[in-house]
């Protein structure tokens, strides 16, 4: 059965749209952690627009289940990982001028500076896992870096139109999933995956973790952290 981690970054960005204390991304942790979900996701940016070191230390204390810091390769930012120990990353690539992580990492081009990081963060028995589009190349190159898993990249999906174009890019998340479980990898996926869109990714088996964030959080404002958890749950599951 697949597993969701709330993406709680946004939280911290009304936060910060006054640099003010609240809302705590804490508090949400622990109301997401309460509605059954299976792990907390946060990305520390290297301008620190939304989550920032504060908050990774007291999530690292606080979270019970699946901390999963989300991360680029730079250098102060992986040395920060190494001190904080989440139980696992996912390595990104961030542009300073996106509103969002726009494409997947480019594990080909970067697969010496990935296998290292790969090395330093198993030294501190931390996973590590890439967000890739749902490519053979870019799976293969995780798994020759030594990665533990693979987030296929749900926003083209996600942005798809027609009826057509969804199940295209339904069947390369299907094909992702079979190149990387061959390869030995864990699937997870996310991006841009919403309480609308999220029954056709969480029926193809194999994709065992979800990380979704901005649509929970969305609806979190209306119907609190808790609930907005436990619906994302049970349509990940098939019971709503
Ligand atoms: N997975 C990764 C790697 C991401 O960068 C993000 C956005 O921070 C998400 C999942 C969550 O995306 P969304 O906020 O669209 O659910």
Known sequence: MAVLNVNIDHVATIRQARLTDEPDPVWAAVQ??????????????????????????LLKETVACKFNLEMCMAEPIVKIAEQLKPDQVTLVPEKRAELTTEGGLDCVRQKKRLAQVVKRMHKKKILVSTFI????????????????AVELHTGMYANAKSDRAIERRLNELRDGRDIAATAGLIVHAGHGLTYRNIRPVAMIEGLCEFNIGHSIVARAMLVGMKQATEEMIRLIRGIL
């Open 133 to 148: 589009v749902p490519d053979a190349e870019q799976i293969t190159a995780s798994a020759e870096a030594g990665c533990d």
């Open 32 to 57: 997401c952690e309460l509605a059954g979900a299976n792990g907390i996701t946060v990305h520390l940016r290297q301008d620190r627009r939304h989550i920032c070191d504060r908050d990774v230390r």
